[in-house]
């Protein structure tokens, strides 16, 4: 569901291109035969009801013949009302379990999803017990949200399906639980290492990565759609130069990862720290 700002922001896109129709004299079935649109979409672009896509746009603005300023404004527009937010405070009325639901459908329609892990361990990998203690923050019963979670992951095992996990070290270390049950957890990332369809890399604590160090978490599902985590809520970006920019920042931060043997052994390095009761 829409949030009320996020349909303000479609509708002043939808406004602005209706008023610089009319300005530019054209009727919805002249501008339709111009960018090769049909009349029905152009309706519906113009009243709120389908998003355009970047395409779309530049078609519309260049049978508009707008001027630069004006492509700056409406792209400015677009690419708001292709971002939405959803709140914590929204989620949590809803139900975790329902968040669940929504990644599982991202998932499933997607053919490769990136995933960016500053600080934590995403739900796809996590053993019940992590899982459990990742929910434990949040008030209520986590019962439903939970085995959601744990059902998720069986998509690991689609072959067809492209899954790249970047992590920095922090996000392995960080000591959500005991230590037994971070080695466990350790341990069960290193048995997905060999999977063909499956990339994993780790950024090491003392990886130089410039100009910017991480941020957010962040999940890329193919080239269509970014989301990215924050304290309060999650964004979800769906303009083509936000995702293609989410796109850029990972393969940055991959090109510092330990990958293959090396990742493996640092791996190892911290299953047995963590046993040996050390972290």
């Known amino acids: 569901m829409l949030e009320p700002d996020e349909i303000g922001r479609r509708r002043d896109l939808a406004d602005a291109l209706k008023d610089l129709r009319r300005t530019s004299g054209l009727t919805g079935d002249r501008l339709a035969a111009r960018c090769g649109i049909s009349q029905g979409k152009i309706s519906k672009i113009e009243n709120a009801k389908v998003l355009p896509s970047l395409a779309d746009l530049e078609r519309l603005l260049d049978a508009l013949r707008a001027t630069a300023d004006v492509r700056d ?99 392995l270390r960080w000591p959500l639980c005991e230590p037994s049950t971070m080695a466990d957890q350790i341990s069960r990332i290193m048995a997905l290492l060999d999977l063909p369809h499956i990339t994993m890399g780790v950024v090491p604590l003392g990886a130089h990565v410039l100009p910017d160090g991480p941020m957010n978490t962040f999940t890329v599902y193919d080239d269509r759609l970014a989301t990215a985590e924050t304290f309060s809520g999650v964004l979800m970006m769906r303009d083509p130069r936000d995702v293609s920019y989410h796109l850029e920042v990972f393969g940055m931060f991959q090109r510092h990862a330990a990958l ?20």
């Open 73 to 171: 404004e409406i792209y400015a527009l677009a690419r708001l009302a292709n971002t939405e937010y959803e709140s914590l405070r929204t989620e949590l009325r809803r139900g975790l379990q329902h968040k669940q639901r929504e990644l599982a459908a991202f998932e499933a329609t997607a053919d490769h999803i990136r995933f960016f892990l500053p600080s934590m361990i995403t739900g796809l990998l996590q053993t019940p017990r992590y899982a459990r203690a990742s929910l434990a923050m949040f008030p209520g019963d986590h019962a439903e949200a939970l085995a959601r979670r744990l059902v998720r992951q069986k998509i690991l095992d689609d072959p067809s399906k492209r899954f790249s996990f970047l992590f920095t070290e922090q996000a």
């Open 260 to 279: 293959g043997p090396d990742m493996r052994g640092l791996l190892e390095e911290i299953r047995r720290e963590l046993i040996s009761g050390r972290e």
